[in-house]
């Protein structure tokens, strides 16, 4: 996939002073009494603001907030980012009523080369996730060029993440190339061998996933309560352990599918199990196939297991991650994600592994691991990750494409 970077728009753009760049971002923060609780995605957004403004651009931000629904709700106003996002860039963010209109129009011509301004949650307005094209072209009459900084929101075909991009020249900002390139690097046009780790609690939630990744893997690891339904579907007794028993036969076809396209599986061979899931309780260590009371619930990746994906690792050359091994968020539950959470990211700081991980879980897990920062690439893009990884076309990149 080819796609437009702000380095073409220095390049055919020229002198970008004065312009306006109409910027995609996800601006979509945890907040609690009007106040940002979180400012990790106004952090991903800095590159791109920070490049248009050292090119002298005026930088107009698009972004939604929670579901209006197409209406006015004061309480799902962007303004409250306002200040955080001013003490992030160090620099004055004004704020417009609207996202279009006169007066929006107005208030960027007010500013100065390099200011940015915030505009109205676009969500505001019913004709964003209709994306109907007389609200993109009212968006598009605002700005000279637009650049989509917002992977996360590149799943849905709406008029500030999919039309806007057909009616002005259209790139992909600092944290959109990033993610593109780490993606191509892991599936797209990844170095092989290439291995798969899918974990999280149902088959039924990552069918369309499963089924992509066993015609581009390698290898794939499935844990967490998904592994269960598999080890069900192959006769073994998984006691009281969550499992989707219906999905059996649907566990089988992939089975039968990865076997038949070269993907070898990687299911758990020794198992953690509990009575109850609480914090420190007592557990033991199981084969898959033992015997198991009605009471037993099966939370996690035996040792046997990890040391088999650990040497898997170890023979690969890029490693895609969705979802964690087990219970992650009870320990000692976390056992086996961590163990091979800390060995991805030791082969990947090391250069001999490409490490991408995605999704929400996988990005708690990661987290809890300690091991973010030592990953080639962990994506936040939750819903736009895991489409991408479904081989699902993405409305808002294609739009990008050269």
Same mark, same amino acid.
């Given at each position: 996939m080819t796609f437009r970077t702000l380095d073409d728009a220095m390049k055919s753009g020229g002198d970008l002073a004065g312009k306006t760049a109409l910027v995609r971002v996800d601006f979509n923060v945890p907040m609690e009494g009007g106040k940002v609780t979180d400012d990790?995605?106004?952090? %991903?957004?800095?590159?791109?603001? #920070?490049?248009?403004r050292d090119a002298g651009a005026k930088v107009a931000l698009l972004a939604h907030f929670d579901r209006p629904k197409g209406k006015v709700v004061p309480s799902m106003s962007l303004q409250p980012v306002v200040d955080d996002l001013e003490a992030l860039i160090g620099a004055p963010v004004r704020f417009a009523d609207d996202c279009v209109g006169e007066e929006t129009k107005s208030a960027i011509a007010d500013l100065d080369a390099g200011g940015v301004i915030l505009l109205e949650n676009v &969500?505001?307005? @019913?004709? /964003?996730?209709?994306?109907?094209? +007389?609200?993109? #072209? #009212?968006?598009?009459?605002?700005?000279d060029l637009y650049v989509n900084d917002a992977f996360s929101a590149a799943h849905r075909a709406h008029a500030s993440t999919e039309g806007l991009a057909h009616l002005l020249p259209a790139y992909a900002g600092e944290s959109? &190339? &990033? /993610?593109?390139?780490?993606?191509?690097?892991?599936?797209?046009?990844?170095?092989?061998?290439?291995?798969?780790i899918v974990g999280g609690a149902k088959v039924s939630t990552k069918l369309d996933l499963l089924k992509n990744l066993v015609g581009q893997l390698d290898k794939l690891a499935i844990g967490g309560g998904m592994a269960n339904t598999f080890l069900y579907a192959q006769g073994f007794d998984i006691g009281g352990s969550l499992a989707e028993k219906d999905m059996e036969a649907t566990a089988r076809e992939i089975m039968q599918e990865a076997a038949d396209r070269g993907c070898e599986l990687l299911l758990p061979v020794d198992l953690v199990v509990a009575t109850? %899931?609480?914090?420190?309780?007592?557990? &033991?260590?199981?084969?898959a196939g033992d015997s198991l009371?009605? /009471?037993?619930?099966?939370?996690? @990746?035996?040792?046997?297991?990890?040391?088999r994906l650990v040497t898997a690792l170890t023979e690969s050359k890029t490693l895609i991650w969705n979802g964690p091994l087990g219970v992650f968020e009870v320990p000692p539950f976390d056992t086996a994600t961590v163990a091979v959470?800390?060995?991805? +990211?030791?082969?990947?700081?090391?250069? %001999?592994?490409? +490490?991408?991980?995605?999704?929400?879980d996988t990005v708690s897990a990661l987290n809890h691991a300690g091991v973010s920062d030592d990953m080639t690439f962990v994506?936040?893009?939750?819903?736009?990750?895991? /489409?991408?990884m479904e081989g699902k076309p993405l409305p808002g990149v294609l739009a990008l494409n050269v």
């Open positions: 990790t995605r106004l952090r %991903v957004a800095l590159p791109t603001i #920070q490049r248009l &969500r505001f307005h @019913a004709g /964003e996730e209709a994306n109907d094209p +007389a609200f993109a #072209q #009212q968006l598009a009459d605002l700005g959109m &190339r &990033r /993610e593109l390139d780490a993606l191509d690097a892991a599936l797209g046009n990844p170095t092989k061998p290439v291995i798969g109850e %899931v609480k914090p420190g309780v007592d557990h &033991r260590i199981v084969k009371s009605p /009471e037993d619930k099966i939370l996690d @990746a035996g040792p046997a297991s990890v040391a959470a800390h060995h991805a +990211a030791a082969l990947a700081k090391a250069g %001999v592994l490409v +490490a991408v991980g995605g999704g929400g994506s936040t893009a939750g819903g736009a990750f895991l /489409e991408w």
